[in-house]
């Protein structure tokens, strides 16, 4: 079986990475205080937890690396339809990351060869997000 790869190791490529964000809206049972008053004592908000905001929905906002990055090697994961019994795949480039917190494999949808081409990918993916 031969797959066609948009990348081979070696390259340089840019990746994009989404991060959770959420819409929040002002505690209606502490009024954004965080704390509720009884008979002259002071308690956490058992709705907010001290928060004052409460999660009301959450969104990806998504972002490209500043950094290029260099691709490894590939990994493929192969898996079958049970029922259409076909095979499918899915593409991971796999780069090696000095820095422990970044995600360091990414599908091939998420990779670009320029940081132009990436920055028009995330003002896609993002149009719809709330403002």
């Known amino acids: 079986m031969e797959i066609k790869t948009k990348f081979d190791p070696g390259d340089t490529v840019y990746g994009l990475y989404s991060v959770d964000r959420w819409i929040t809206e002002t505690c209606n049972f502490c009024k954004g205080e965080g704390y509720i008053s009884s008979n002259h004592e002071s308690f956490a908000c058992p709705k907010c937890l001290k928060e004052g905001e409460i ?77």
């Not at 959450?58 to 493929?76: D, K």
């Not at 780069?95 to 990918?121: R, V």
């Open 55 to 131: 999660a009301i929905t959450r969104y990806s906002e998504w972002r490209a690396t500043e950094e290029p990055m260099r691709v490894s090697h590939i990994r493929l994961s192969r898996y079958e339809h049970q029922s259409t019994y076909f095979f499918d795949h899915t593409l991971y480039y796999v780069y090696d990351s000095p820095d422990c917190q970044m995600k360091t494999h990414f599908p091939e949808s998420d990779l670009f060869s320029s940081y132009e081409e990436a920055m028009n990918e995330v003002v896609e993916r993002n149009k719809n997000n709330p403002k």
